[in-house]
């Protein structure tokens, strides 16, 4: 979640971003299909400003039997936060939380026990950044693409985005 940028008068353009549903979500979408793959549907509701998605929460439905996976993303906050990005991932005998607002990530097991793993670097949000951005140039001038940056991956989270901002807009659930 973050407010509307003051530093991006393009943003809110779904012709030139496809709006924070896309420019901010993706990377929510992204995160999704690590961890649960594709969808077989998505729905979502969300605000539609001037045609532009600009929030959504959106449930991703994989059948039965499959995970239940939730996402909200948008630019609502009102001036003054600041951008804020986290998740909860309940597994069957443990909890993953961890939030850009002073949660590291968090490890609660089913004893009742709690950890904070060490990460490489610390757990630096911008290290974290650099070794993103440094992994894909070494894929780039290597020509050996990490499977975590591929474009299959890429490809599968903006069409994840473009089916939530359609159910968004339609009220209904989406085929992906």
Known sequence: MIAKPDWSSEIGDAGKTGGPAVDLHVHDTHFV???AGVPKQVYATGVVEKGTVTYLTTQ???????PAVTASSGAVAM???PFVHGFDV????????????????????????TTQPTLAGGGDPIL???????TAVTGVTTGKMPDLLGGQLARDALVLCHREIE???TGRAVSV
Do not use: N
């Open 90 to 113: 309940y597994l069957e005998k443990a909890t993953l939380t961890h939030s850009s607002a002073g949660v590291p990530l968090t490890v609660y097991t089913a004893d009742g026990k």
């Open 60 to 66: 991703y439905l994989y059948g039965p039997g499959g």
């Open 33 to 35: 299909g690590l961890i």
């Open 167 to 169: 159910s968004v807009k």
């Open 128 to 134: 974290a950044f650099a070794d993103e951005l440094q």
């Open 79 to 81: 001036p003054g936060r």
